[in-house]
């Protein structure tokens, strides 16, 4: 008894530790303190400025844009890469599976470099679309090591019963492959989108004229000071990844039950 | 059969990349007949009523983006493949930009309103004869301070090495800056080479760094303002910001023993495209009542003299902002000092092992 209420209490620092700074950021969007650590009473001004303010407005929307975008292009890239490398023997597949890593192990710092300078040779003007391609570079991997996790667990047999029983390779792979590895996909593409939405270093590197994103608007205001504004726009992503998350763990969870009940 | 569904998964990966890279291509010039002008600048150096005036003056679209450093701009040019059309960066950063051939000459008889520049401000030595660069603003690096924690004089460096102030001084993060304060204070020029007075400085760092609370260059004037440090170190324009809040409580020093002056120049990549759109920019914005209007938007300092007739007296008679000449000329732009640097280099390093 006394052991559960100690593993309670550790539990509970442990989510201290994790949420008590996000908690206090929400908290502060609310300060009517111009200064970010004092508290002086509640207020929603820095909702309405945040409003009216055109650059922070652009930049998460050209956030959301590189985030969603390439978050699908990364997702169904990387989940071919992960079937192709799931099921067939190919040559050169150790080699295509270690190459999958190098996006996540190089630092970020080289890669953006290596990247910047792929684009000069093509002569590509950097853009809001350089942006995207480079978010793709990096998020195939994650989704491509996600969803092969997923395939490593996925009972073969259910696909050849599939294929036994009639079905063609397509409506296997729809009625059969797909949901049961969704959950991978779904994991895959949060993970993409969530690690677009807050990269900077490779962002910085790569952004051409008007494709600044909200990670670069911000350290961009830093020189003259972050305001409170910064507080709102970051409660108001968080209320939105959150509601993702939640709608993303729902739709996941539905294809598993009426499996169960039929 | 699985060889089919992996022509199709090639298919599908194929198109997608080239639907992606399609839309990369597409060039970002403008349209026929539409004019544009892209703009790569400090973050709050641009008010929004200047970039609203000029599209509709000229018909010109304005596209802007911020940086915080401006090694962002080294980078940005360095990559070759940057559509911006004006940047505006440091006075050493515009030498290395030029040295590395990444700015395009000024026709300046293009320019009716070149005149209206101080020539105090120009023909510096990080870019003689102003062939790329024009003064855009200009301000001092001293130190602000908490008027209810100091004690006795503060016209000069002094309490920044006083061990009464232990833990209540914040120093920038940067080499050259905290050199020249070491060196003002012990007398020399801040661009001296003369290896013995170097020496004499990194020690008067050495010893101050156990009163150095913490050294910053982004958001001090932050630190300086919750009350964790009663001296800042720091660039004149953002200390103003803190100041102009509370004045009863912060203060600005331009220290007696001299400062560090700093600019800012607007400049010309080499691979800008606008180039009638850049002219009719930069002529924009030397008239006087425009400068006048970003000085008014973002309290700094311009070189621009019939634009003080414009410029809110609040903001002309601050002497933060607007030193006087006999303060002004104790005040030395950082030069490179060639060989040097790398002595200092290897004192800063000493500095920071300590």
Redesign the interface.
């Known amino acids: 008894m006394r052991r559960r209420r100690l593993l309670a209490a550790h539990a509970a620092l442990v989510y201290l530790f994790l949420y008590a700074p996000i908690a206090i950021l929400v908290v502060f969007s609310f300060n009517r303190a111009?200064?970010?650590?004092?508290w002086e009473g509640a207020t929603l001004e820095w909702y309405r400025s945040l409003a009216a303010n055109e650059?922070i407005l652009t930049a998460v929307k050209n956030s959301l844009i590189v985030g969603v975008s390439s978050t699908i292009?990364a997702t169904?890239?990387g989940t071919?890469v992960a079937?192709?490398l799931g099921?067939?023997a190919f040559v050169g597949e150790g080699f295509t599976r270690n190459l999958l890593y190098l996006p996540i192990i190089i630092p970020e710092i080289v890669l953006g470099a290596a990247l910047?300078?792929f684009?000069?040779a093509l002569?590509?003007?950097?853009?809001l679309?350089?942006v995207?391609?480079a978010h793709?570079v990096f998020c195939v991997s994650y989704v491509a090591i996600v969803v092969r996790a997923r395939l490593s667990s996925f009972d073969r047999s259910l696909e050849e019963a599939a294929l036994d029983l009639g079905a063609r390779?397509?409506s296997t792979?729809r009625r059969v492959t797909l949901p049961l590895i969704a959950p991978g996909i779904v994991a895959g593409a949060l993970l993409s989108f969530t690690i677009s939405i807050d990269d900077y270093v490779i962002t910085?590197?790569v952004?051409?004229?008007?494709?600044?994103t909200l990670p670069?608007?911000i350290?961009?205001?830093?020189?003259?000071?972050?305001t409170p504004e910064i507080n709102a726009v970051s409660t108001l992503l968080l209320a939105v990844t959150v509601a993702l998350v939640l709608t993303a763990q729902r739709l996941e969870r539905r294809p598993a039950d009426r499996g169960a009940g039929s | 059969?699985?060889g089919?569904?992996?022509v199709v998964?090639a298919a599908?990966?194929a198109s997608?990349l080239a639907a992606?890279?399609r839309?990369?291509?597409?060039?970002?010039s403008p349209g026929p007949g539409e004019k544009r002008l892209?703009v790569y600048v400090?973050?709050?150096y641009l008010p929004r009523e200047v970039i609203d005036g000029f599209t509709k003056r000229t018909g010109i679209s304005l596209?802007y983006?911020?940086?915080?450093s401006n090694e962002?701009v080294l980078?940005?040019l360095q990559?070759?493949?940057?559509?911006?059309d004006i940047v505006v960066p440091s006075d050493y950063m515009v030498r290395i930009l030029i040295q590395l051939k990444l700015l395009r000459p000024l026709e300046k008889t293009r320019l009716k309103n070149l005149g209206n520049l101080d020539p105090a401000f120009l023909d510096k030595s990080f870019d003689p004869k102003n062939a790329y660069s024009l003064p855009y603003v200009w301000g001092t690096t001293g130190f602000g301070y908490n008027r209810t924690r100091a004690q006795g004089s503060t016209d000069s460096w002094a309490p920044l090495f006083d061990p009464k102030n232990r833990g209540r001084i914040l120093m920038l993060d940067d080499m050259r800056e905290c050199f020249a304060v070491a060196l003002k204070f012990l007398g020399h020029s801040l661009n001296t080479t003369d290896p013995a007075i170097l020496r004499q400085a990194a020690d008067l760092l050495k010893r101050q760094k156990p009163l150095v609370k913490t050294y910053n260059s982004?958001?001090y004037?932050?630190i300086l303002?919750?009350g964790d440090v009663d001296y800042s170190h720091g660039y004149n324009g953002?200390l103003a910001?803190v100041v102009a809040?509370d004045p009863r409580r912060f203060g600005y020093v331009l220290p007696r023993e001299g400062a560090t002056i700093w600019m800012d120049s607007v400049c010309v990549p080499a691979r800008a495209r606008n180039v009638e759109s850049i002219y009719a920019f930069l002529d924009y914005i030397l008239e006087p009542e425009v400068n006048a209007s970003i000085v008014n938007g973002i309290s700094y300092a311009s070189a621009n003299i019939p634009a003080r007739k414009f410029i809110r007296p609040e903001i002309l008679n601050d002497p933060a902002i607007y030193p006087s000449e006999a303060a002004l000329a104790r005040c030395e732009f950082l030069e490179d000092i060639g060989e040097a640097t790398s002595i200092l280099d290897e004192y800063w390093t000493e500095v920071k092992a300590q």
């Open positions: 111009r200064q970010t650590a004092i650059l292009a169904v890239i071919l079937l192709a099921r067939h910047v300078t684009f000069g002569a590509l003007r950097l853009s679309w350089t995207v391609i793709i390779p397509l792979f910085s590197f952004a051409g004229v008007g494709a600044t670069l608007q350290y961009s205001m830093l020189k003259v000071g972050v | 059969m699985t089919r569904r992996s998964a599908l990966a997608l992606g890279c839309r990369g291509v597409e060039p970002p892209n400090w973050s709050e596209r983006d911020l940086y915080d962002a980078e940005k990559s070759g493949v940057a559509d911006y982004s958001d004037e932050n303002a919750s953002q910001k809040r």
